[in-house]
């Protein structure tokens, strides 16, 4: 029997800022259910960044297997068990569910395993159990799911979230999109063994990021045997007897693929939830518009995560959806605010940045000055192959205040971290300077950048 009371908050969607919404409002006091119809923590803990970065940890033990012997390790034979890795992974997954799920119940939370959809501003029904629920508020984070292309033979084509289930690694892998999901997905695979090949529409990998770390991982790429093709789309696929797909691109050469995943974007989950004609408008690509407090167009009725179409993102999500309960429940302002947000690419090398590119900023500011550094790392140089370590600072000439950091090497996620804070409290690059290093690292090459890059100042 459902409680039909009246709810101060209704979550639809259990992914990470429903969740964090939900709690955050029931700590405060409030009466709070969240509806979820498939598993709680949403796309980053059930099919995305939480297996997705277990599977890179597993990849990257191929670079240290080689390594290893740099250093003077002896190694026999090794192989890669991914049933037995698929097996732990979902277990993993399924603990953090779990948890999610406690938390909630700990915070008073109730919980509704069930499809919800908007009835009215203030009402929810819950499609499975055929009821109706009063509500005051509603809070939409129903997060979003991969695109999908329509070509002869697309039904042969996997998606990202398909990746997680397969039942064997394939020998050749051909990934389509040139975003992140793509070059992490690529870089994983190349590592557990696939002939892996990238087919993108866009002229470079990762559009959006600065193009000099953009470049360093296409470089890195083609060293590794990862085959690029750029500026193209996929035409048509056939599968043949042998179970192999031939691959027709635009520029009509075919690639011969075992699988292949598409990795083209996500698009919101706004389909069928009763937003339209609860007066929720969206946007032409599907999305819910929200002003700054992540409030629609319907008072009632307020929306975080990818489902907005902003900056897609867990953190993100996460803090909008606590800055929405901190407000309505709290009156806590501003909680919500955000700095430069960093984001990390989980490639091998791993990619970190924050903060404006040198192209965003040369559009916005009148003189730019660049500081970069490449180097072999210390790890590096006692290998047969060496990678390279990229860093960059984007400095605003007129204050000097840093304007974008980024990263091209090991652990730079957890660099770009603590660069986030120096950029969030407006550090200049005499703070940087000023800073002393810790060395030997990697990372001490943030704070020894003195000579300006003048080759880019014409570009």
């Known amino acids: 029997m459902l409680d039909d009371k009246n709810f101060d908050l209704f979550v639809v969607g259990g992914g990470s800022g429903g969740v964090r919404a939900a709690r955050i409002a029931a700590e405060h006091g409030a009466r709070v259910a969240i509806a979820e119809e498939s598993r709680f923590g949403g796309t980053c803990v059930i099919r995305g960044c939480v297996p997705k970065k277990l599977l890179v940890y597993a990849g990257r033990f191929t670079e240290e297997f080689d390594y290893s012997t740099s250093f003077g390790w002896k190694i026999g034979d090794v192989n890669f068990d991914w049933h037995a890795f698929r097996a732990k992974s979902d277990a993993e997954v399924a603990r953090l569910e779990r948890a999610y799920r406690t938390n909630l119940q700990k915070a008073g939370v109730q919980l509704f395993d069930d499809r919800a959809v908007i009835e009215a501003p203030n009402r929810i029904r819950l499609l499975h159990a055929n009821q109706s629920l009063p509500t005051q508020r509603i809070l939409v984070a129903t997060g979003s799911r991969p695109a999908r292309n329509e070509f002869p033979g697309c039904e042969h084509v996997l998606n990202s979230d398909d990746v997680f289930n397969l039942e064997n690694i394939p020998e050749r892998l051909l990934l389509v999109g040139g975003g992140y999901i793509a070059v992490e997905f690529a870089s994983i695979f190349s590592h557990l063994g696939s002939a892996t090949a990238i087919a993108y529409r866009a002229p470079k990998l990762l559009r959006g990021f600065d193009t000099d770390i953009a470049h360093h991982l296409e470089t890195h790429f083609q060293d590794r045997g990862i085959d690029l093709h750029p500026g193209v789309t996929i035409q048509a696929i056939d599968r043949l007897e042998s179970g192999t797909f031939q691959v027709l691109l635009s520029n009509r050469k075919i690639v011969m693929a075992d699988a292949i995943v598409s990795a083209t974007g996500r698009i919101p989950n706004t389909s ?188």
């Open 272 to 459: 069928n939830l009763g937003l339209e004609e609860a007066g929720v408008k969206l946007d032409p690509a599907g999305a819910i518009i929200v002003d700054t407090e992540y409030r629609t167009s319907v008072s009632s009725i307020y929306a975080v995560g990818d489902v907005i179409n902003k900056a897609n993102l867990t953190p993100v999500a996460i803090r909008a959806g606590h800055a929405v309960a901190d407000k309505l429940f709290a009156q806590i302002e501003g909680a919500g605010a955000l700095g430069p947000i960093p984001t990390a690419v989980f490639t091998s090398p791993e990619l970190g940045t924050v903060g404006l590119s040198e192209q965003a900023a040369r559009l916005s500011f009148k003189r730019v000055r660049i500081f970069r550094s490449e180097f072999t790392p210390m790890k590096a140089s006692f290998a047969v192959k060496r990678a390279r370590t990229f860093m960059k600072l984007v400095v605003d000439a007129e204050s000097d205040k840093v304007l974008g950091v980024h990263v091209v090497g090991a652990d730079a996620g957890e660099i770009i971290q603590m660069a986030s804070v120096a950029l969030t409290m407006g550090a200049t690059k005499a703070d940087f300077d000023r800073t002393v290093a810790v060395h030997p690292t990697a990372s001490e090459e943030l704070v020894t950048m003195r000579r300006e890059f003048m080759e880019t100042q014409d570009q």
